[in-house]
């Protein structure tokens, strides 16, 4: 098959417009809980009850279990809902829990709470999301509302595992 001049102008353009055009969103959020590392890994891990703590992620579905197709309702602090498709990407036993999904270089999102023991016994929740992609300077994606909801979601946890001591 023999590339027209047309279709190798329109493919370099398309390449350049969504090379140039990409956008990413990191969120950083942080929290030490008075607990050890495997009490906070197991209330994160229990997808199923986090309607009765979790301000932010109002409901999971989906199994906790890498490759785990999921859907996650979200409620944002600035009363918008919105339902989020990813699947589970990554569980290291009380260390990590990763989700996310998208298609990259369009929209992709990567979504993580990551656990460190510290000296005192507590851990520090490291709770994070990074967007990439073309799409994401057009999406609904507020960093300042999004970070206040991971706060509300890390405060949440914090008092669910604190208050039982």
Not at 1 to 24: D, E, H, N, P, Y
Not at 58 to 64: A, L, P, T
Not at 96 to 107: A, D, H, K, M
Not at 147 to 160: I, P, R, S
Request: charged share 25%; proline share 5%.
């Amino acid at each position: 098959m023999k590339l027209t001049s047309q279709f190798i102008k329109a493919t370099a353009l398309f390449a350049v417009i969504f090379s140039s055009g990409c956008t990413t969103i990191a969120i950083r959020t942080a929290v030490e809980i008075d607990a050890p590392q495997d009490e906070v890994y197991a209330v994160l891990a229990n997808l199923e009850v986090y309607p009765e703590w979790n301000p932010y992620h109002r409901r999971v579905e989906g199994k906790f279990e890498e490759g785990s197709e999921m859907t996650i309702y979200v409620t944002r602090p600035d009363g918008k809902e919105v339902k989020v498709p990813p699947h589970m990407m990554r569980i290291v036993e009380n260390k990590e829990i990763t989700w996310g999904g998208g298609v990259r270089g369009i929209f992709y999102g990567v979504h993580s709470f990551l656990l460190e023991p510290q000296s005192n016994g507590k851990t520090l929740l490291k709770h994070n999301e990074d967007f990439s992609g073309f799409a994401v300077g057009f999406a609904d994606l507020p960093p300042d509302v999004i970070a206040e909801g991971y706060h509300q979601m890390n405060m949440a946890l914090k008092y669910k595992l604190e208050r039982s001591k």
